[in-house]
């Protein structure tokens, strides 16, 4: 009976030796992955420079002929001109926008000089030096959170429960921004000045946004009548307690008392009727600035400029552009040339 403790706490020895033994080798396992890990990083990393080293040549001599290709690709080249638009469509009419542009583009891309002429009002000449025009939106956070705050006033409180900022910017796109910018790139730099009328006029012509602005407009102005009325009757309802204060004030006192609380409640009344004036005025201001805001399907922000800037930069440049497409060609080239070598190989083994 007496070894029985001796017996279990050497058990208990053991045990505890087995789990640190445990311990120790995971911890081993772990460095060891983490050490394959980074030997098979720096075998590729040698690989890579072995198989530089052996086509040095090859490699630099792409490079050269690359950059002076490009070097004689931007001298032959015309200059290309950048411009841009900022603008605000309105009545769902973004998407329409973003349609049009990609049409202006795909016409571009494919060189039909003639169609774009006729889309955009200008001349096949001046449509031949359109490269690209595309479309991206414009907007930053100050923005995002005032659209957020839009979209959240529109919702019943259970809903607005379940949506958060983060939530609504994770599913933000271009297409809920509230600005987009237009840009066009081409040899001419006054031909984007020239297509703008045509670029805004193709979606106020549509007849589904005219009937849009069209019922806005009627809802705009019967919303002012709505509240001119309101201010005229709270006018005459603000006459009406001043005269009747007026003919309290007449009366001879009956008691203190009772007219300083008849006297309290009236000038509750009427402050109570003033600040309802200014929050009826408060909304006839925010009903001129929609009105401003919407006075047109597509509002333009910012025009074209009247002459595109030059587009610079080394990223623009052939110089760099071609030196990289030579460099990616023959890397595969080389690649393709050393699998091919190594599939020979294995099938002689």
């Known amino acids: 009976m007496a070894d029985q403790p001796v017996n279990q706490n050497n058990s208990d020895e053991i045990d505890l030796g087995q789990l640190f033994q445990m311990i120790g080798r995971g911890f081993q396992k772990f460095f060891n992955f983490i050490g394959s890990i980074f030997k098979g990083i720096f075998h590729l990393i040698m690989v890579f420079l072995l198989f530089v080293q052996k086509n040095i040549i090859v490699i630099t001599a792409a490079i050269i002929i690359g950059g002076v290709g490009g070097f004689i690709l931007d001298i032959l080249s015309p200059e290309k001109y950048i411009s841009r638009m900022v603008v605000e469509p309105n009545f769902n009419s973004v998407q329409q926008l973003y349609n049009n542009i990609a049409f202006y583009n795909d016409l571009a891309k494919a060189q039909d000089s003639v169609a774009l002429a006729t889309a955009l009002d200008i001349t096949e000449h001046e449509a031949a030096s359109i490269k690209e025009i595309f479309t991206d939106s414009y907007s930053d956070e100050n923005q995002k ?20 900022y983060e939530n609504y910017l994770n599913n933000f796109n271009s297409m809920d921004a509230r600005f987009h910018q237009i840009s066009m790139i081409s040899t001419d730099n006054r031909v984007a000045k020239k297509a703008q009328p045509a670029i805004i006029n193709s979606i106020s012509v549509n007849e589904y946004f005219k009937l849009q602005k069209k019922i806005n407009d009627e809802n705009l102005a019967l919303q002012e009548e709505i509240y001119n009325k309101q201010l005229v009757e709270l006018d005459s309802l603000q006459s009406l307690y001043r005269t009747v204060l007026v003919k309290e004030a007449d009366k001879p006192m ?35 600035e929609e009105r401003a805001n919407k006075s047109t399907i597509v509002n333009v922000i910012s025009d074209f400029p009247t002459r595109g800037v030059e587009q610079k930069g080394i990223l623009n440049s052939y110089k760099f552009k071609l030196p990289l497409v030579l460099l990616a060609l023959v890397f595969g080239v080389l690649a393709l040339l050393e699998v091919n070598k190594y599939l020979k190989a294995y099938k002689k083994e």
């Open 145 to 164: 959170i005032k659209l957020f705050d839009e979209f959240i006033r529109g919702l019943d409180t259970t809903t607005v429960k379940a949506i958060d």
């Open 254 to 288: 009956q008691g203190t008392s009772i007219n300083m609380a008849e006297s309290g409640q009236s000038r509750s009344r009427e402050l109570a009727l003033v600040q309802e004036k200014d929050i009826l005025k408060e909304k006839l201001v925010e009903l001129n």
